[in-house]
């Protein structure tokens, strides 16, 4: 690991003003005057112990005043601001009691000791986990490199990798916890160094390798997260939210569902259907959504959607075994709406 600066900004203005670039700029294309970003840490340290970042100056924001708050506004809904802890997200009553799915999600995500330290705002925002992005000595698309190692049908190590939209980067986003935040349509708020706002709906803040491969989001060197904001349900509203892993402890998720649904009776009004580590970003299924929306959740409609849901994966060499994963955890979260 290389020697850095530590600057430990005052405010959102004050550590806006330090950096000069994102982490996903300093992959694609390595400077020796990096300014970035740490809150929680714990992707970055990852990066920097890894050498695949030497940034110049670490900016912590993590100690920024009013950005580690958990606010309710009756009829509006809820802003998490982006320092505040996974922990305290899991252990607030009004999550558990309004917005099941978010706390499943959380509750789900890493360990007690890694929920303490990671921040919302980091969460959402960090790197995919794929074994040859995080090796300093693959370089793949992502890092200004020739090639997606995890395609190669002979000896990609793809197991864990996209089977929806898995084109030049088959790479699955981390963040479990997007795949809740997108079934409840939430907002990231981002602010720049001109001080100006914008509420960004969380579908439009990821950004997929057929747009860019050198990023996962939209942040620019001088944005921001300061929080995310989170429609207040109705009372005809339910959530369900599923992780399947390889392990019972702590693991990367094979796959993951979030489902919201406004219901009447067993008849969905409305509903969202979100899939985490099935694309190289959180994605919703309209199909699935389209086939539901009012009509009764019946176990042939739910085998239905999940059924429509997997229509356009396309399974690599080695998982396929995602394909009836994701159609019985969806079927699954489906099932605990009633």
């Given at each position: 690991?290389?020697?850095?600066?530590?600057?430990?900004?005052?405010?959102?203005?004050?550590?806006?003003?330090?950096?000069?670039?994102?982490?996903?700029?300093?992959?694609?294309?390595?400077?020796?005057?990096?300014?970035?970003?740490?809150?929680?840490g714990?992707?970055?340290?990852?990066?920097?112990?890894?050498?695949?970042?030497?940034?110049?100056?670490?900016?912590?924001?993590?100690?920024?005043?009013?950005?580690?708050?958990?606010?309710?506004?009756?009829?509006?809904?809820?802003?998490i601001?982006?320092?505040?802890?996974?922990?305290?997200?899991?252990?607030?009553?009004?999550?558990q009691?309004?917005?099941?799915?978010?706390?499943?999600?959380?509750?789900?995500?890493?360990?007690?000791?890694?929920?303490?330290?990671?921040?919302?705002?980091?969460n959402?925002?960090?790197?995919?986990?794929?074994?040859?992005?995080?090796?300093?000595?693959?370089?793949?698309?992502?890092?200004?490199?020739?090639?997606?190692?995890?395609?190669?049908?002979?000896?990609?190590?793809?197991?864990?990798?996209?089977?929806?939209?898995?084109?030049?980067?088959?790479?699955?986003?981390?963040?479990s916890?997007?795949?809740?935040?997108?079934?409840?349509?939430?907002?990231?708020?981002?602010?720049n160094?001109?001080?100006?706002?914008?509420?960004?709906?969380?579908?439009?803040?990821?950004?997929?390798?057929?747009?860019?491969?050198?990023?996962?989001?939209?942040?620019?060197?001088?944005?921001?997260?300061?929080?995310?904001?989170?429609?207040?349900?109705?009372?005809?509203?339910?959530?369900?939210?599923?992780?399947?892993?390889?392990?019972?402890?702590?693991?990367?998720?094979?796959?993951?569902?979030?489902?919201?649904?406004?219901?009447?009776?067993?008849?969905?009004?409305?509903?969202?259907?979100?899939?985490?580590?099935?694309?190289?970003?959180?994605i919703?299924?309209?199909?699935?959504?389209?086939?539901?929306?009012?009509?009764?959740?019946?176990?042939?409609?739910?085998?239905?959607?999940?059924?429509?849901?997997?229509?356009?994966?396309?399974?690599?060499?080695?998982?396929?075994?995602?394909?009836p994963?994701?159609?019985?955890?969806?079927?699954?979260?489906?099932?605990g709406?009633?």
């Amino acid at each position: 690991m290389n020697k850095f600066s530590w600057y430990e900004a005052k405010s959102v203005e004050d550590a806006l003003s330090q950096a000069n670039t994102t982490l996903s700029e300093e992959l694609f294309k390595p400077s020796d005057q990096a300014a970035i970003f740490k809150s929680g840490g714990i992707d970055i340290l990852d990066f920097l112990k890894e050498g695949l970042i030497s940034p110049k100056t670490i900016i912590n924001i993590r100690e920024i005043p009013g950005l580690d708050k958990i606010s309710h506004e009756h009829g509006v809904g809820m802003t998490i601001g982006a320092n505040v802890t996974l922990a305290d997200i899991e252990h607030d009553g009004e999550i558990q009691k309004n917005y099941p799915a978010l706390y499943q999600a959380v509750a789900h995500a890493a360990t007690p000791q890694l929920r303490n330290m990671s921040t919302l705002g980091g969460n959402i925002a960090q790197r995919n986990r794929c074994w040859y992005f995080r090796s300093v000595e693959h370089p793949c698309f992502r890092k200004n490199g020739d090639r997606c190692f995890a395609r190669h049908s002979q000896t990609g190590q793809n197991e864990g990798h996209a089977i929806i939209d898995n084109g030049s980067c088959v790479s699955v986003h981390a963040s479990s916890i997007s795949t809740a935040l997108l079934a409840l349509q939430a907002k990231v708020v981002i602010v720049n160094d001109k001080m100006e706002k914008k509420e960004v709906p969380i579908e439009d803040f990821f950004v997929s390798p057929a747009q860019d491969v050198s990023r996962e989001n939209i942040l620019q060197k001088k944005d921001l997260i300061t929080g995310i904001k989170i429609p207040t349900p109705t009372a005809n509203t339910k959530s369900y939210y599923i992780k399947q892993v390889a392990r019972e402890s702590y693991d990367w998720s094979l796959a993951d569902v979030a489902v919201v649904a406004e219901m009447k009776g067993n008849t969905c009004q409305s509903i969202t259907i979100a899939l985490g580590a099935a694309a190289p970003t959180p994605i919703r299924s309209y199909e699935a959504e389209a086939l539901l929306k009012g009509k009764q959740l019946s176990d042939q409609n739910i085998m239905k959607a999940a059924e429509k849901a997997m229509e356009v994966a396309r399974p690599l060499s080695k998982n396929g075994y995602k394909v009836p994963l994701f159609k019985s955890i969806i079927s699954r979260a489906l099932k605990g709406l009633a």
